[in-house]
């Protein structure tokens, strides 16, 4: 595992994408935040985080050796995050080996159908982490924000 001297991390598991990749999944409590969370590993770099916090907290860092910013999720459910999540695991991966300075990692070409599996093995991961720490609540989606497998244009192999 990979974790960072300042975070605790709970219940990780590890999803192997293909040499060179692999997607990590846990509960994280630390300064940073407390919930669901994934990092993106290629050749031992974090080049994805998904940090899946409720309310408007919720955000992603690509190429996290490179750039320390956050995108941000809109205000939702912690549940609805996970989605995004993993939507975004599965479809916009790409990008960000892509635009890595390191030429061995914007080499690497994922498989579509073997994100969309790993994709939804994270998903389930962290639907389980929220599920056992009792936040039910948390669990429950806003009008229009069905939980449920990712549509198959989501899962399609961007060019």
């Known amino acids: 595992m990979h974790v960072?001297?300042?975070?605790?991390?709970?219940?990780?598991?590890?999803?192997?994408?293909?040499?060179?990749?692999?997607?990590?999944?846990?509960?994280?409590?630390?300064?940073?935040?407390?919930?669901?969370?994934?990092s993106v590993y290629a050749?031992?770099?974090e080049v994805l985080r998904l940090d899946c916090f409720g309310g408007d907290q919720?955000?992603?860092?690509?190429?996290?050796?490179?750039?320390?910013?956050?995108?941000?999720?809109?205000?939702?459910?912690?549940?609805?995050?996970?989605?995004r999540a993993a939507f975004d695991l599965?479809?916009?991966?790409?990008?960000?080996?892509?635009?890595?300075?390191?030429?061995?990692?914007?080499?690497?070409r994922p498989d579509a159908a073997r994100m969309a599996a790993v994709s939804a093995e994270v998903r389930a991961h962290l639907l389980s982490l929220l599920a056992a720490r009792g936040e039910a609540d948390a669990l429950e989606t806003a009008a229009g924000y069905p939980l449920g497998p990712l549509p198959a244009e989501a899962l399609a192999e961007s060019p």
Do not use: M
Request: negative net charge; contains cysteine.
């Open 58 to 83: 919720a955000h992603f860092h690509v190429n996290l050796t490179q750039a320390a910013v956050r995108w941000y999720y809109p205000p939702c459910t912690v549940a609805e995050n996970i989605e």
């Open 4 to 38: 960072l001297s300042y975070q605790k991390c709970l219940q990780e598991r590890e999803f192997p994408v293909q040499e060179g990749i692999v997607v990590e999944a846990y509960w994280r409590d630390d300064r940073a935040g407390r919930g669901p969370a994934a």
């Open 90 to 108: 599965a479809t916009n991966l790409r990008f960000c080996l892509r635009h890595n300075r390191d030429p061995e990692i914007r080499a690497l």
């Open 43 to 45: 050749h031992d770099q």
